[in-house]
Every structure is written in C-alpha cells, then in structure tokens.
C-alpha cells in the first residue's frame, strides 16, 4: 500500500491519501479543511478519488470535502452515523462551521464494517470518546486512529460528545489488538502500536483498567 500524508488547514490535520501500488485511484482519510489545495495535489500525482473516509465529524477534518466534490462531483463519503448531526451548521471555539450533514449524500459506516477503496481493504473499528463517531481504520497493517490516539497522548474528550471513559475503553481495545501496527494519527506524528504500547502514558493507563 502507498500512503502520502498531506498537513492541511489552520490545525494541521493530516489528510492520508492511500492506493494499491500501482492503482490509478485512491481513497482519502479525513481531507482536512484546504479540498482545492488537495484536489490540485491529486491531479497533479495522476490519482482520481474513489472515496473519502472520516475517522470523526469535526470541523477541521472534513471541510475538504466541498473542494474535493468540486471537482468529482458526486464523491462517497463514509461516516458513522453517530457523528452526523441533524443541522448544517454547529459551534465550536467560539466560531460555526459546516456539519457533515451539510455535504450531504453520506454513506454510513460502523463497526464491523469493510469498504473496498483503490484496491484496499479498509475495515471499521468503532473507537467512541474523542466524539461519539469516531472510528479507526484498519487496512494491513495501518491504523489510521483519527483523533483517538495520537503518538504519545491521545484525543481531547473535553469538546461537545467527548467521554474520557469511552475514549479510554477504546484505546484499551487498540492497545489489545494482537501484533503490531503503524498508527497514523489525525494530527502531528506517527507511530507504532507496539511504541505506543510501551510509551504512552494514556494508553498504558487504557491497559491497566
């Protein structure tokens, strides 16, 4: 699998484009807030989208998705439904932004689930806590953990729909999946599950309860 990791937007949250080797299309993981810059990027690679994948709803990972259907109009995007609110718009650090629900034409994920993009297979973990949606995606031997668990810490609970005690339970649940992992966060750094495991307070903290 080829992965390329784009920084995009005013929190730098890291926008994953995958493709078999070789494969022509590729899915996107959380496009971030910049989806003309990120359209532009893909052409200019030679890649068509086949679909966009969200670990969770919030502001900064999916207002990409405008930009990205301007050009491929009609463009999946996967969710779970927890994470998809019932208005257009909701408030967060002082400001209103675009929900999920406002790009419409969302397809619905949830645990248990796989999607088959650019030649991957992506399956769905449902890892509540950071929001009451959020999902780490497994394919190989990648997780690409959104906002649940970061290289070295892990997600804010303190925001609208966090739960520390979900978000806990979630990373003891990564923290016991057998073998070992790259972990592609949502934002800054990545990591191994089997470093994390050794060296994250918070998930160590997850293992112990």
């Known amino acids: 699998m080829v992965i390329s990791v784009l920084k995009l937007g005013q929190i730098r949250t890291n926008c994953y484009i995958f493709h078999a080797a070789g494969c022509g299309t590729c899915g996107i993981v959380d496009p971030g807030d910049q989806g003309e810059q990120l359209a532009e990027w893909l052409k200019g690679q030679g890649l068509e989208p086949e679909a966009v994948l969200l670990t969770h709803g919030h502001f900064d990972h999916i207002l990409g998705i405008s ?69 780490t995606l497994r394919a190989g031997d990648v997780l690409f953990t959104g906002d649940t668990l970061f290289a070295g810490s892990m997600g804010r609970t303190d925001l609208p ?25 949502g934002h800054e750094g990545q990591s191994t ?12 903290a997850a293992m112990g309860r």
């Open 161 to 185: 729909g966090g739960d520390e005690g979900q978000i806990m339970a979630s990373l003891k649940r990564l923290a016991e999946l057998e073998g070992d992992y790259q972990v592609l966060p």
């Open 67 to 135: 930009g990205l259907r301007g050009a491929w109009p009609g463009l999946p995007v996967y969710c779970h439904p927890a994470d998809i609110d019932e208005d257009d718009t909701t408030g967060m650090f002082d400001q209103y932004y675009p929900t999920v629900h406002s790009f419409g034409n969302i397809t619905f994920y949830q645990e248990g689930d796989t999607v088959d993009v650019a030649g991957i297979k992506v399956e769905v973990l449902e890892t509540p806590g950071h929001t009451p949606g959020s999902v």
């Open 193 to 204: 599950l089997e470093r994390e495991r050794r060296t994250n307070y918070c998930l160590r």
